[in-house]
């Protein structure tokens, strides 16, 4: 691919990889590290860091190092269930949608647009008041968000391949729709599509660790960093460690996810900076067709 | 005057640290001992020197919403507790030793057989009205609480007193007949909670007592506020202007961060490790209070795996009292060993139970209940409660018993109360039987547990026909064994509770009842 | 004045505020299907597991839950548009009465959020358009979106780690106001929720005036005036700057749609008592009327809000866009 040459070049890229590799490293191999469980009570709570607990302990009184080396995985996995499965629906939705075209598809699109632009949060909180911090729910709720953006950018990128030469050609030899979908528009739609997932893939992150701040994720007294940081909060001045140190994590890890992402699409496209994705999604025609 | 006992267990047990040196300090009264020894540690709660007179007094109360009352009889949580303490008065009260005084009584005296009861009233009492305290008050107040129609949490406790035959025998004496024997009437009108005295034709919605601040205004779930009642009947009191309950506060850091910031006087009941923070000064103190609340895990004994009196023993046996007291309270309580009354002249302390997870286990499984899993509705009334249902459910994975917690908000807990299998519930400190008629008599309302045992009840029966106080003790010791044996209450510990205060705050003492701002003493504080 | 079908401008306008109010219906719906007709019953999820039946009877009776589905949502929709927001199923008093004061509250975090965060975001803007692509420009960019990234609720705790608990003291962690009191009773306790709203919403609103700027500077009207001899401050006033208000009104309606959802972590995370933390709390406590309302006035809000940025959008740019 000639994306790689380009990539290696920017400074932002390597540095985002190198941030991330770090973060997930944590995350994945982390728990098989973590000095003591993560529900065991190793001290007075709020102890600030000593030989046994680097970090010090928490509300509880358990050892915050092992909790937070335990607390990112299930983070990581909801948000890439979340995303997989947003991104799968939206590309069907959206190339569906591009290749059959019609003025209902319009007016659909557009609608659906401003109640799922809404913001997403507020979904959320409705969702999970009423049936219950389940995680299958969180992942389904996350990717019905997502499932409309990629639609637009997989159904804008589909339009415009759909023009193509050998798409038409396709069709003139008659291909069977299905089989043009699949062998012809959707390997070429790609590029646009995994810089989206990349971006999808951040914001599962932060909604998730947003919904176990709240405390309508993950439950106690399971490790994770959003909870972590709620849970803590009351012994900052004492032991600043348990909020810090998850604080920092989140960010880090989402502004890598960002910064590959956008890496990634500068890479492929040679876009100017930031000029995607001028909002967090809209009514606005404008924003819509960036890719 | 102290328990020597607790006391030397308190400090002998673990190596010298500060915390221990606090408690001690706590356990010796105002909080005077030990303080000179601790270096740059927390300000505690010093004697007065001169009080001044005037100020506004604002207290933060976590734990209200939309039940807040001012209804003298119906409290439910612990800023209504705040509330009713400022505006009302019982005939007796308990101090901040836990022991029973008189306040609008002058004398209570019982006949041979405890059927009938002479009360002699205080002179001098006025109400916030105006209206000057009598015989007929307390009558009209009685008759209110143990109304038929309309009983109120103060009933079960008047349920043996007749009601009807109540006699004025002139403005400051009664005649208090009762329907059987009832020994225990003065312990039990010291919950002022339950039977603070209101005046003949009082309307809640104006509320008038006889305590030290009036009526002002109020907002349930937000604020009340009280003033100076100048005619109150202990004289040059009380100091303050006004006090201003707010109960608007979401969680404990907004509670504690309002009182940093200087928008409140005192935090009450704050979150236990928060006492580290003003440890490094910003002019804030705690009064730490001497443990005597406690926050029992009920068991239904009418619903299984509870009924089962193996699978509670187990429940009992699996607890590390220390450990949770160390984790949930950060160190600030007692061990509990499933018995209430703790500061009853009759308590039994030769009933110790011990840790023991392998008879836990054993017993499970004789009662074919390997690997039980349950569910318990926490509640967060209390700062440790939620904390101490964690540390419980951690702590029965080794005896093979999952915990599954459910939080519940407040609204949703009271209005199934009684109903949860297994749940959280806080008490503060009142003498045994009391005790044992809000709690452990088929007829209690607060009989979480649903425990109904014949033997049980028949002794409680008995000691209330006996006037003598040792021999009743004798009685209460049966009891109490059987509450032990068999009971449906985990209580693990017996709580201090912390009251965060501006370093101007003062007049107040650390009480053993449980009750913040030892025995929310308003009366007798005032700001520097 | 021409008849509506035949003013383009009009049809555009009418078309989309029927998309608007279509949507607002729409929005309306999800809510209620989310909170009448989920698996989970409602009214045992208010009421917990161990309910009684009468009871449950009872809050079923109250929720409307025993009649049919559309009915429910008629009687609904019909008391919620006469101003009937329904009765909190926490403190029985109407919805409508403590949302009002919430609304107020989060309004001024609103206003306070866009007076500072909007020029900045065209200060920064103009600058990063007009030297574009060089250092300070890339630098922004690269903070914008590394900013875009984080979730609101890590740049608020992390704004309090160091302006008021760990790093620094100088400002109050929580911002509690005293029932009754004004929010402006202690004027430090808005800085840190005002300034993490505008470090969250700082990425979007910058991009949007910078993308605006670089167009304006390319265009052929921009070119002919450097042609010309036109130093670049001189372009820079009186080119950019006119035709910065169509984006600094895009820019505002951005933010205001951006707060009707992130004021619900901010607000919680301070403790502000705004309409975003009253739906955390009704959310917590299950108080369906609670959030219905407080949900469809929101969107209510973030659809009138879009309306007026796509109207702005049409009717200004026409005529103040000086490209060919």
Known sequence: MTLWPRYLRSGSAIFSTVLLTIVFLTTIIGPFFAPASSLDFIGAPFQGPNAHAWLGTDVLGRDVLSRILQGGYRILGLAAAATALGVLAGILLGMAAGYIKGAVDEIIMRLLDVVLAFPQIILALLFVSIIGPVPWLIVLIVAGFHAPQVARVARAATLRVVEEDYVRFAETIGMPRLRILVQEIFPNIMTPLIVEAGLRFTYSIALIAGLNFLGLGTQPPIPDWGLMINENRIGMATNPWPVVVPVLLIALLTIGTNLLADAIGRAAFGLDRGSRETQPASSDETATVQA | MEDSKSLTHLLGDRPFGRRELLRGAALGGAGLIGASLLPGAVKLAQAATTPKRGGDLRVAITGGGSTDTLDAHTMNTSPDLARVMTLYEGLTTLDTDGKLINVLA????????????????????????????????????????????????????????????????????????????????????????????????????????????????????????????????????????????????????????????????????????????????????????????????????????????????????????????????????????????????AYDESLVRSHDVDQAKFLLKKSGHENLTVELSSIDLLPGMVQAAQVYAQQAKAAGVTVNIRQLTTDTYYSQYGKWAFTQDYWVYQPYLTVVALATLPTSPYNGTHWNNSRYNDLYNHAQSIVDSSKRAEVIREMQKIDFEEGGLIIPSFNQTIDLMAENVQGFESANTGNALGNFGFAKSWLA | MRRVDQNPLARLLVQRILLGLLSLLLVSIVVFAATQLLPGDAARAVVGRGAAQDRLDALRHQLHLDLPVVTQYWLWLRDFLTGDAGTSLVNGKPVIESVGARISNSFTLLILVVATGIPLAITLGIVAAVRRDRRVDTSLSVIALALAAIPEFVIGIGLIVLFATVVLHWLPPVSMVRPGASVFARPLMLILPVLTLIIAVFPYTFRMIRASMIDVLDSEYVEMATLKGLTRRRIVLLHALPNAIAPTIQAIALTCGYLAGGCVVVEYVFGFPGIGQGLVSAVIARDIPYIQCVVVLLAAFYVVVNLLADLVAILVTPKLRRAT
């Open chain 2, 106 to 345: 002058e004398s209570l005296e019982p006949n041979a057989t405890a059927t009938e009861w002479i009360i002699k009233l205080r002179k001098g009492v006025t109400f916030h009205n105006g209206k000057a305290f009598k015989a007929e008050d307390v009558a009209f107040t009685f008759r209110r609480i143990g109304d038929p129609k309309n009983p109120l949490q103060g009933a079960t406790g008047l349920k043996p007193v007749d009601l009807d035959n109540i006699q004025i025998i002139d403005d400051h004496t009664l005649r208090v007949p009762t329907k059987t024997p009832f020994a225990t009437l003065p312990e039990t009108l010291s919950a002022v909670y339950y039977f603070g005295i209101v005046p003949v034709g009082y309307d809640p919605k104006n509320p008038v007592g006889t305590g030290p601040f009036k009526y002002e205004s109020f907002t349930p779930g937000q604020q009340s506020v009280f003033t100076r009642y100048d005619g109150y009947w202990q004289s040059g009191l009380p100091y303050l202007d006004s006090v201003t309950i707010i109960d608007s506060f979401q969680n404990d850091t907004a509670a504690f961060n309002a009182l940093q910031g200087g928008e409140v006087d005192i935090y009450a009941y704050a979150t236990l490790s928060l006492v580290n923070q003003i440890s490094q000064g910003g002019g804030l103190k705690a009064l730490v209070s001497k443990p005597g609340l406690y926050v029992p895990f009920y068991m239904r004994t009418d619903v299984a795996p509870f009924d089962d009196v193996n699978v509670r023993k187990a429940f009992r046996l699996l607890v590390d009292r220390q450990q949770l007291i160390d984790q949930s309270l950060n160190g600030y309580g007692i061990v509990g060993n499933d018995v209430f009354g703790r500061w009853d002249p």
